[in-house]
Nanobody
Framework: QVQLAESGGGLVQPGGSLRLSCAAS????????MGWYRQAPGKQRELVAT???????KYADSVKGRFTVSRDNAKNTVYLQMNSLKPEDTDVYFC???????????????WGQGTQVTVSS
């Protein structure tokens, strides 16, 4: 069983900051990447930021320079530091891990339950 536990969402004013955390647990033996996606009602889930196990990162253009993804491999945890938040950042944010639980198994996308981020004055 693989579980992703998210925390850190909440209500913040424009220009403020939040830090999201996601801890993965379970029989994961290999993690290719961890990161964050977001989804608004009626819209497709979109990539926000990811970090591969080796360190390379990928960001959506809309968050570059404002968000920073980091990863603690020893703790199987990924973070998203969100600065200079804008109302359009309001969404449900989902933690993602692309991993496998067996050396013989397929790589699989695992998802957290989502955490609400609301940016409003």
């Amino acid at each position: 069983q693989v579980q992703l536990a998210e925390s850190g969402g909440g209500l913040v004013q424009p220009g403020g900051s939040l830090r999201l955390s996601c801890a993965a647990s379970g029989s994961i033996i290999g993690s290719n990447s961890m990161g964050w996606y977001r989804q608004a009602p009626g819209k497709q889930r979109e990539l926000v930021a990811t970090m591969s196990s080796g360190g390379p990162t990928k960001y959506a253009d809309s968050v570059k320079g404002r968000f920073t993804v980091s990863r603690d491999n020893a703790k199987n945890t990924v973070y998203l530091q969100m600065n200079s938040l804008k109302p359009e950042d309001t969404d449900v944010y989902f933690c993602n891990e692309f991993a496998r639980t067996s050396a013989w198994g397929a790589w699989t996308n695992y998802w957290g339950q989502g955490t609400q981020v609301t940016v409003s004055s």
